[in-house]
Nanobody
Framework: EVQLVESGGGLVQAGGSLRLSCAAS????????ISWFRQVPGKEREGVSC????????YDENSMKGRFTISIDNAKNTVYLQMNSLKPEDTAVYYC?????????????WGQGTQVTVSS
């Protein structure tokens, strides 16, 4: 069973940084892509970034590119999302999800989310 656990969220001032972690179990990163997405209550979820062994790093939103960086630590079975120069509009619950092979692949599991709040 694929399980994902996010951590690292919190309250930060605008311009600050956070590093989110997505600890994965029950999967091999060669066989799955891991994505980050975020959601604000009442709004549709928004893709942030994704990484897979075949596609590398993929960023869904150009505005995040350059501020957010996704990476994998295979030894720790963990995917990170480094978020710099945070803005109040980045406030959301951030989730990670596992997809079969590719970032566009079937979504098999996602975590419980971690809250990120950016104050102005």
């Amino acid at each position: 069973e694929v399980q994902l656990v996010e951590s690292g969220g919190g309250l930060v001032q605008a311009g600050g940084s956070l590093r989110l972690s997505c600890a994965a179990s029950g999967l091999i990163f060669d066989d799955y892509a891991i994505s980050w997405f975020r959601q604000v209550p009442g709004k549709e979820r928004e893709g942030v970034s994704c990484i897979s062994s075949s596609e590398g790093s993929v960023y869904d939103e150009n505005s995040m590119k350059g501020r957010f960086t996704i990476s994998i630590d295979n030894a720790k079975n963990t995917v990170y999302l480094q978020m710099n120069s945070l803005k109040p509009e980045d406030t959301a619950v951030y989730y990670c999800a596992a997809h079969e092979i590719y970032c566009s692949g079937y979504e098999v599991s996602w975590g419980q989310g971690t809250q990120v709040t950016v104050s102005s």
